[in-house]
């Protein structure tokens, strides 16, 4: 028996317990659903040391993991709707100093909200870029204290409200600096050249580009006539297609017109008949281009291409004009057919 006041009290206490437990026991009240949210981890090579450091924090937090290497022959995109679609609150991209967070919208597969966090290659911050994408996690998929869960919760559905579910992509645009060999149908030989290219996107897998080569050194034709010392610029450009200029390796095509420029400098062997010719010749031409790239940092790639292409009315290469004629001594032609080899650097912008 409970005596006085103060057992009063304590009898009250025990009926508002058993009013609470029985109000949690009762069938009408929605049962509070497992939390733990999972999140896909996917990363160029097994042993990323980056995917390794956010691994691990997030299973400090409480998050359900599942690690998986990214597959070359599938877009990425296909590969986060996949990860959703199976399950994923969230997808994490890692690549060595670079993050790419995809979080689900709210009660589907689609995509809701995109981040990129990024750290200088050199920078030594990995593991600072490891905890700022686990704390980008942990606010978009509400892994905070027990008294701001339903806040929390309410604030991120008005969110995904106002922001587009798929953002647009960013438009790509690169330069890249290459040399190597052009050779020449018709004679002409093969000299060494640089070049410089610009490109950039226009829609979807078209894309544009503008080129520049420069010759590095001659090709000296001779035979019984004389010599001729050759060299040729090329100028222009033309249409991209690029399909997916995102993976680590792609491959790409185009197609256009140059303006071509041809110098040649003829000596004669018999001087007292002949004088030397030298002259610049412009030409329009068509090319075809073929390209291999394989990115080695977020911005930076190693490129190969193949380039062949025609010259129309392709130039003489003479090595003299007979004295008082207009007669020429020629030794071949440039251009009628012409490819070239190039490797280089890519930037990315």
């Known amino acids: 028996m409970i005596r006085g006041r103060g057992g009063i009290q304590v009898a009250v206490a025990f009926v508002l317990l058993a009013a609470a437990a029985a109000a949690r026991a009762s069938p009408d009240l929605p049962e509070v659903p497992d939390g733990t949210p999972r999140v896909a981890l996917l990363s160029a090579v097994p042993n990323d040391p980056l995917a390794g450091r956010i691994d691990a924090e997030l299973r400090s937090v409480g998050v359900d993991v599942s690690r998986a290497a990214i597959a070359p022959a599938m877009a990425i995109e296909e590969q986060v709707r996949a990860a959703f679609g199976a399950g994923a609150r969230a997808v994490v991209v890692a690549d060595g100093q670079r993050t790419d967070v995809w979080i689900a919208q709210v009660g589907s597969d689609r995509i809701g909200l995109r981040q990129e ?193 025609t010259v129309i009315n392709p130039p003489a290469i003479n090595t003299g004009v007979w004295r008082g004629m207009s007669v020429t001594t020629q030794l071949a032609t440039w251009g009628a057919g012409f490819a070239a080899g190039l490797g280089g650097a890519e930037l990315r912008f």
């Open 117 to 309: 966090l990024e750290v200088a290659e050199t920078s030594g911050l990995q593991a600072v870029l490891a905890l700022r994408t686990v704390e980008f996690l942990r606010i978009s998929l509400g892994l905070v204290s027990e008294p701001n869960l339903v806040q929390l919760a309410a604030v991120r559905a008005t969110v995904a409200s106002t922001v587009p579910l798929e953002p647009a992509p960013k438009r790509w645009m690169t330069i890249d600096a290459s040399s190597g060999v052009l050779a020449s149908a018709g004679g002409g030989g093969a000299i060494a050249i640089a070049g410089v290219s610009l490109r950039g996107q226009l829609w979807k897998i078209l894309g544009a580009e503008l080129c520049f080569y420069a010759p590095l050194t001659e090709v000296p034709l001779t035979n019984a006539d004389g010599e001729a010392r050759t060299s040729a610029w090329l100028a222009g450009g033309g249409l991209v297609i690029a399909p997916r200029p995102d993976d680590r390796a792609s491959v790409e095509v185009a197609a256009g017109a140059l303006a071509t420029l041809i110098r040649s400098d003829g000596s004669p062997a018999d001087s007292t008949t002949s004088i030397g010719a030298t002259s610049w010749r412009l030409r329009a031409a068509l090319y075809g281009r073929g390209a291999a790239r394989l990115r080695l940092a977020a911005r930076l790639s190693l490129r190969l291409e193949l380039m062949a292409g």
